[in-house]
């Protein structure tokens, strides 16, 4: 054999190698199981009226979540007749307030701007501290007396760690997690994914 | 590798990674081609084209830019993943959260971005009059005696940066509940 052509199969080995390491190595979160859940559609207003339930587990401080938002409002806009959406709080430890930004969407909720405050705090993304909720609930024009007592006293912690609870059960092991229609998806979904479930 | 794929184009969607990744681009694709043109004449293009012939010197140019695109987006979502998830982390459990250098997927996904770029960077040179990089070595006109006269590296550095692109979207498809 020509040298040169030893030298580019040797180079060429190398790189498959390489890329089966690199392959085995990366875990596939998106190990959808096919079993059916029956999970409830949580504590706030859907999104749509349609038949088919999306319900998402989500992170307001998960940048992943935030990737996620965009293509959630175009499936919103395409398939609004056919869908319901839900939120349902997952706020995970290793995020920095997440847990305070998760209660705050709840008193939102209680104002009943809790898709208005979801949308703000995505846009808001960072260090939540209770300076930054409050302004958001301000700049929607919400009762700041209300809102700022309903966060400090921590009213909706059952709710949120309720969610927390029936997440885990249901097998959510990090967000976003989509149960579409009882089906349980993990991780970020692309829009031609999305399309392709929902049909 | 659709879900990749969208990640990586919502990443590039927000301006500043945008713009990181256009800066990084532009400035890879610079380096490279002055890196090309460095042991030619007058640094003139159009003696590269005469010394190489037109399609080597097409090809050289197409490679590169390739090579200087993927560089970009690597740049990108790898400040996304760093910055992004740093930012939302809690500073005790800071350890646990997305320290990709510190994992050995993250140690393999590094090192095929370097090694592209490491080979990019060999890859810039002209075969017929030297590269500098090689002559930095010891080769100055190691381009001339490989088989394809650098369009294997330079391929190779492609192939090395698609996939270390391509892992790295895929190492941040979801925020984990740490146990």
């Known amino acids: 054999m020509e040298k040169n052509t030893k030298v580019i199969l040797i180079f060429f080995l190398a790189i498959v190698i390489l890329v089966l390491v690199m392959y085995f190595s990366v875990t596939n979160p998106n190990d959808n199981k096919e079993e059916i859940v029956n999970i409830s559609t949580g504590f706030f207003p859907a999104l749509g009226s349609g038949e088919i339930k999306i319900i998402e587990f989500s ?22 007749d056919k869908i319901s959406f839900y939120y349902r709080n997952f706020p995970l430890p290793s ?17 009943e701007k809790f898709w208005e405050y979801h949308d703000l705090l995505f846009g808001n993304q960072g260090n939540f501290e209770k300076e930054l909720l409050e302004r958001i609930a301000s700049q929607l024009g919400l009762n700041t007396q209300e809102f700022n007592e309903c966060l400090d006293s921590e009213k909706y912690k059952e709710q949120v760690n309720e ?14 997690t989509f149960f579409i229609d009882g089906k349980r998806y993990e991780g970020f979904q692309s829009l031609e994914s999305l399309k392709n479930i929902l049909g | 590798m659709l ?3 969208e990640i990586i ?16 681009s532009l400035i890879t694709f610079f380096v490279f081609y002055f890196l090309t043109l460095w042991e030619v004449t007058d640094k003139s293009l159009k003696i590269f084209i005469e010394m190489n012939g037109y399609n080597y010197a097409f090809l050289t140019l197409l490679l590169l ?43 393999l996904i590094g090192f095929s971005g370097f090694l592209g770029f490491i080979a990019g960077l060999l890859s810039s040179g002209c075969p017929m009059c030297g590269s500098v990089i090689f002559a930095l070595l010891g080769f100055p006109l190691a381009l001339f005696f490989l088989p394809f006269k650098g369009l294997e590296l330079r391929l190779l550095s492609i192939i090395l940066l698609l996939f270390s692109v391509y892992f790295l979207a895929k190492s941040f498809v979801r925020c984990e509940l740490k146990k």
């Open chain 2, 3 to 5: 879900r990749e794929l």
């Open chain 2, 9 to 24: 184009k919502q990443v590039l969607l927000r301006k500043k990674y945008f713009l990181l990744f256009l800066i990084s």
């Open chain 1, 163 to 176: 969610d927390l609870d029936e997440g885990k059960k249901a097998g959510v092991r990090g967000t976003p």
């Open chain 2, 65 to 107: 830019g390739i090579i200087a695109l993927l560089l970009g987006v690597y740049v990108a979502i790898f400040a996304f993943k760093t910055s992004e998830f740093r930012e939302n982390s809690d500073s005790v459990q800071k350890s646990s959260i997305s320290d990709i250098k510190l994992t050995r997927r993250g140690k």
């Open chain 1, 95 to 111: 995020h920095k307030n997440s847990f305070d930004a998760a209660l705050a969407s709840s008193c939102a909720n209680e104002q």
């Open chain 1, 59 to 80: 992170d307001f401080a998960c940048p992943v979540c935030k990737l996620q938002e965009p293509i959630l409002k175009q499936v919103s806009e395409e398939y609004g």
